[in-house]
């Protein structure tokens, strides 16, 4: 079947299988910061934004993507840059392998809510798993980039 | 300019949080085969045939390989050092299916889609046998997991495959049983820790090609690059100068990428077919067929004068090696080796276990290898040792536990030359309000709110066996290349062992970047485990830097023209002191490129006699919901005595992943087996491990010890941190319950049933 | 691995009807159960273009799209306020926010499964499920049916006044229920609904007498625990992997228990409110 995906800002049409599912269509489109760690929705490493909502790749089939945006950590390099930073400043990346997963719905989180409290951090990161950090570290580098964006040291924003 | 102590971040950690494509499956050859197995669906049984040929006529299948097309010689899957103590009772394909999960075929094949198809395809038929599922009695059991004649152990570790024996041995000091009979008190207790998954968030993945010299090139992500060398030499029956083995970035190993899990069977494949080749296992494989925590069963007997001396110790271990040996004769070890040494003065101890072969899932290394066990289980029979002393567990622990320069019978005769864990546990007590929240509150809603606590210690490597090397390059402008045989998995060893030589080296960390680990070019390290790197490793980069800076004097003296004693070198220049003349180590750097006969480039290789123990306290704050069982952890508190600390934010991390993993064990990561053998708990859909709202809040301190042997004092950190959760926890609960829990995991099912059942 | 031969995003439900008639083809919900599964299906059929997305509020009821996503009922503010906060209760704590964001209320209600959380707490609430050729049934006659080819379109939550609560207990944050408790205090009778026994989620009557004592906040404790072990006692439990029957069994007396003593507790918070006049403006 054909789609058409906007995918970073850039439109791809083409024939896919109607069983491929969107984690797979995105990594052959060079997004490999998507990556799988589960088959049962269960670890958030696979988290990509469709039409600027997170949700699970490995869950979606890219047949769903069709006429929609879809953006992953390739596209979103600056923001990436910005808050992975202070992410790294904790040690908290430690394998960095649940961190592309973490970074895009941590950056849904601040578009969502420019304030987060510590149980709202939590909670809307809840499916991100990540077996290195204790999560402490993560975050420890949240709160101090949500610090350093009060002082108005960046835009994140829409 | 100090490195060492600095909260340096990771060399790599930009490329790791903008999700560059920097691991296994992000860098394998595009259009590679693809490699899956066929899986036994049974626990113990023979293939009486096995069909391939139909399946081999899917479009696009390469090939399918059975038992009879795979080499005859047993090996070990074990990144240990040759001779391995583990057995060697492997085929990369085995007739003999011993766990339901075990390889029967492998397949390979252009894509995903005709893999899985030739997989449905393969028709066998076993002969099913009886199986082993229980630790208990598998010893000198009828059936045999291992019958075969071709089962070799190298090593005297008590091993009889007759026996269904993967190990073996009782080893102690003083009359233990004579010591007990005096004693006022005794208690024996035993408890039980599960096969807990490692559960990395990358699964075992491996990719291979043939490079120009037709020869083998292995790409895993894996902790033991020499070590998978030499196994696929064994496995596939090639010479090791035909094998290149080589780590990218490793997403997580926690000890379960120290075994060679899926490198065999795409090396298999390619050196078939010298084509590239690759496999990713499933989260389902990772959970049913790959490298857990060894399940054991603790019996401790710990006795004790009324005034609360802590004098004899007898611990007994039966340890489920599963299927296979991997790991069966060592992790035993460390269930006693580092957990009796935790008291101080005792006048006898004694240590025996037993490993048995049973139809499971075979077991490996996983962060705390043993000592966990072994820990889990002194430590929560202590505590009940104080609760029938009516102790304060924490004075219990002040009058027994051991302190610096006390000679340390049980752990293999060392002197603990660096211990801090007096003032570990005097600051643990300060942090979560000891005395007034010993030993629980109840808070009158149906909730009380208990503290526990726990001690630790582990290795800082194998003494006498492991290996560490580092290559340091002085280039042109001064910069320095530090080749190294150690696998950074998340840890940050690359960026340790970078402050190390910034340090020696007198530069700034920048100024070193880093390599490895790949058998070609980086000197023999036998592998980031056993705690060893920043120890061991750590070491041989002093060393290596040191003998590079006298090279540098030397070159820098010929450079002008005086003797290398007139010289002073502060890591920037080399000034002559008489003539106030300096050359930049720049300057040396370009000219070592030319008309020099020195090289600027030194090895060093370090083993230590000596494994210095860090050493941890953990106390926990829960509360429970004596209905429900829900255990919900309010804070826990680590103070860790690692030695120097090299880079506090890179210790601290592991500490509070360590923590968290231990929290899973204790509380809810379940193994489950039916009665056919198959694992319940074969996704993250099923095998529970903590999300960021289940560990509560955690606090970590370090009190540092210096450790003379270390470099610049430092010890390990990797897997004390795993430790003290799960005692401190069931300690918690105790004093919450009154009911002292000795198999893991304790689930809120447990407790409330238990509660109730008390109650009756 | 799932296997899907043809893929049609349906114009119409009449469409989407017909292809569902043929046993291999299969509606697409969220997918994310049938994603894991290894059905060989002929052809998806994709209801996103229809437009059954939205959640419309009208005075009577609120019209749920089957499409909707679990997010979407998790953050609408109408349906929290109607619910006592319980639709919102009952879904935060479902994997995460990118899982809840595939998930749709189709989905979880048409598969009827054991550990729904969705079906426990919509079955607490005056909920009607449209279905393309069934009409309006509602949710408590549709949860007892067996799956059929009719399509689950909308479901309807009536606004009838009432207070609910709704408690779970799970082994870890975001696992799947051990047992899901809620409870209704509504003008046509108060019942408890147990979910996750793990058998599909079932309604418990609680009679009128008690109903009347409750909403009155005319209960002494020991009544509400008698009240909580006789309702519990009705509720069959089993065994799986993530508890036993027995424990089950204790567990569903603590939440009703707890379930009643909170809803008493309301209840007596707002003594004098006549329940008729509308939950929306006393809820919580």
């Known amino acids: 079947m054909q789609i058409s995906i906007q995918l970073n800002g850039k439109k791809i049409t083409e024939e896919i299988r109607p069983d491929l599912l969107l984690i797979d269509w995105v990594r052959q489109h060079g997004c490999y910061s998507v990556k799988c760690g589960c088959e049962t929705s269960n670890c958030g490493l696979c988290t990509v934004f469709l039409d600027e909502k997170p949700v699970l790749s490995c869950s979606i089939l ?5 006429g929609r945006k879809v953006d992953t950590l390739e596209g979103l390099k600056e923001e990436a840059e910005e808050f992975g930073a202070f992410i790294a400043d904790q040690g908290a990346e430690q394998c960095g392998f649940c961190n592309p997963g973490m970074i895009m719905n941590a950056i849904a989180l601040f578009r969502e809510i420019a304030d987060p409290t510590d149980d709202e951090i939590k909670e809307y990161l809840a499916g991100n798993l990540c077996r290195c950090s204790g999560y402490e570290g993560q975050l420890r580098g949240i709160r101090a980039f949500i610090e350093y964006r009060k002082k108005g040291g960046a835009v994140c924003d829409k | 300019m100090r490195q060492v102590g600095q909260p340096i971040r990771k060399k790599d950690a930009m490329a790791l949080v903008t999700g560059q494509p920097v691991f296994t499956d992000d860098m394998a050859p595009k259009d590679c085969l693809i490699v899956k197995v066929l899986r036994s669906p049974h626990a113990n049984a023979l293939i009486k045939s096995i069909k391939t040929d139909i399946a081999k006529k899917v479009p696009g299948i390469e090939d399918i390989y059975t038992w009879e097309d795979v080499p005859q010689e ?10 391995e103590p583990s057995p060697y009772d492997r085929l990369i394909l085995d007739r003999h299916v011993r766990y339901v999960g075990d390889p029967v075929a492998i397949v390979a094949g ?12 393969i028709k066998v038929e076993y002969e099913v046998l009886p199986a082993i599922l229980d630790l208990h009695g598998a010893k ?34 003083g009359d233990v049983d004579q010591v007990l009979a005096d004693c006022d008190v005794v208690l024996e207790r035993t408890y039980r820790v599960q096969a807990a998954q490692q559960a990395m968030m990358e699964t075992f993945r491996t990719a291979c090609y043939i490079d120009a010299y037709g020869r083998l090139n292995v790409m895993s992500s894996t902790q033991i690059v020499f070590h998978v060398r030499r196994i696929l030499s064994n496995a596939l029956g090639i010479p090791k100068s035909k094998i290149r083995a080589f780590k990218p970035r490793i997403g997580g190993g926690f000890g379960a990428k120290q075994t060679v899990v899926s490198e065999v069977f795409p090396a298999f494949v390619t050196w078939k077919t010298k084509k590239p080749s690759k496999m990713v296992f499933t989260r389902e494989e990772s959970q049913t067929a790959s490298t857990p925590r060894h399940e054991m069963e603790v019996t401790v007997k710990v006795g004790a004068d009324r005034d609360g001396k802590v004098r004899a110790l007898d611990v007994y271990t039966l340890s489920n090696t599963g299927a296979y040996g991997e790991h069966g004769p060592t992790t035993v070890g460390l269930s006693g080796h580092k957990s009796i040494p935790l008291y101080g003065s005792l006048e006898a101890h004694r240590f025996s276990y037993d490993v048995v072969y049973t139809n499971v899932m075979s077991a490996g290394a996983y962060r705390g290898y043993g000592a966990t066990q072994g820990i889990f289980a002194v430590e929560s029979a202590v505590n009940e040792l104080a609760d029938k002393l009516g102790m304060d567990p924490v004075e219990l622990r002040m009058k027994n536990m051991v302190r610096e320069g006390q000679f340390m019978p049980a752990y293999y005769g060392e002197t603990a030359t660096s211990c801090a864990l007096d003032r570990c546990m005097k600051r643990a007590k300060e942090m979560i309000g000891w005395e007034e929240k010993y030993p629980c509150r109840d808070m009158g809603n149906g909730k009380v709110r208990s503290v526990g606590v726990a001690m630790g210690m582990q290795g800082s490597c194998i003494s006498g066996v492991d290996v560490g090397s580092a290559t340091i390059k002085l280039n042109e402008d001064g910069i320095y290349t530090l080749s190294i045989g150690a696998a950074d998995m998340g840890t940050g060893c690359d960026t340790i062992l970078a402050q190390i030589a910034a340090q020696s080296l007198e530069c700034p960390v920048e100024n070193v970047t880093v390599s490895g680990a790949d058998t070609d070019t980086s000197p023999y390290d036998s592998g980031s485990y056993a705690s060893s790197t920043t120890y061991v490793t750590g070491r041989a980069v002093e060393r290596a830097c040191e003998t590079l800076k006298e090279r540098i004097v030397q070159r820098a003296a010929e450079m002008l023209e005086c003797s290398s004693d007139d010289l002073e070198f502060d890591g920037q220049r080399a000034r002559n002191l008489s003539t106030g003349e300096e050359v930049s180590i720049e300057e040396i750097g370009t000219a070592s490129m030319c008309g020099n006969n020195v090289a600027l480039q030194v090895t060093e290789s370090n083993s230590s006699p000596v494994s210095p123990p860090p050493f941890m306290v953990g106390m926990v704050e829960i509360e429970l919901d004596k209905e429900t069982g829900h255990v919900e952890i309010l804070d826990y508190v680590a103070v860790v005595d690692c030695g120097t600390v090299v880079n506090p934010n890179l210790a601290r991390v592991q500490v509070e992943g360590g923590i968290v993993q231990g929290i899973g064990m204790a509380l809810y990561e379940q193994i489950q087996y039916n009665e056919k053998g198959q694992m319940l708990n074969n996704s993250l859909m099923q095998y529970k491990v903590p999300t960021r709202l289940d560990m509560g809040k955690l606090r970590v301190e370090f009190e540092s010890s210096y450790e003379p042997t270390g470099p610049f004092g430092a010890k390990s950190i990797g897997e004390i941190v795993i430790n003290t959760p799960a005692p401190a926890l069931i300690h918690a609960i105790a004093n919450a319950t009154g009911i002292w829990f000795g198999q893991l995991p304790v689930t809120s099912e447990k407790i409330a049933m238990g509660i109730l059942e008390r109650c009756e | 691995m799932l296997k899907i031969r043809e893929y049609v995003k349906v114009k119409t439900l009449e469409e989407a009807y017909e292809l569902n008639q043929k046993r291999s083809n299969r509606i697409l919900g969220g997918m994310l159960w049938m994603k894991m599964s290894d059905a060989q299906i002929q052809t998806a059929i994709d209801l996103s273009g229809l437009g059954l997305d939205q959640i419309e509020e009208n005075e009577e009821e609120f019209s749920i799209g089957c499409m909707v996503t679990l997010r979407q009922l998790e953050e609408h503010e109408g349906l929290a306020k109607w619910s006592s906060g319980i639709i919102r209760e009952s879904v935060k704590d479902i994997v995460g926010v990118q899982f809840r964001n595939l998930a749709t209320i189709g989905g979880s209600l048409f598969g009827r499964f054991g550990f729904s959380d969705v079906l426990t707490a919509f079955l607490a609430l005056d909920t009607y499920v449209e279905l393309f050729k069934g009409g309006l049934v509602t949710l408590k006659e549709f949860a007892e049916r067996e799956r059929d080819n009719d399509i689950l379109v909308r479901v309807i939550v009536k606004k009838t006044p009432g207070r609910q609560v709704y408690l779970t207990h799970r082994n870890t944050k975001t696992d799947f229920p051990v047992l899901a408790v809620a409870i209704a205090a509504e003008r046509d009778g108060a019942r408890v609904v147990v979910g996750a026994r793990p058998l599909r989620a079932m309604c418990v009557n609680v009679d009128d007498a008690w109903k009347e004592k409750l909403e009155h906040a005319d209960c002494t404790p020991e009544e509400l625990r008698e009240l909580a072990g006789e309702l519990a006692e009705q509720v069959p439990t089993g065994s799986n992997m993530r508890a036993s029957a027995a424990y089950r069994k204790h567990l569903a007396n603590v939440l009703i228990r707890r379930g009643l003593f909170e809803l008493h507790d309301r209840f007596a918070a707002d003594t004098g409110v006549d329940m008729d006049k509308g939950g929306q403006q006393n809820a919580d």
């Open chain 1, 62 to 66: 890219a047949a769903r993507a069709d």
């Open chain 2, 74 to 83: 047993r090996f070990t899957m074990a990144g240990q050092t040759y001779p």
């Open chain 2, 140 to 173: 000198d059991n009828a059936v045999l997991v291992h019958p075969e004649e071709s089962w070799r152990s190298l090593c005297p570790v008590g091993a009889d495959n007759k026996r269904n024996l993967c190990a073996s041995e009782t080893s102690g000091t």
């Open chain 2, 110 to 121: 252009e894509r995903e889609l005709c893999v899985d198809r030739a997989l449905k395809m």
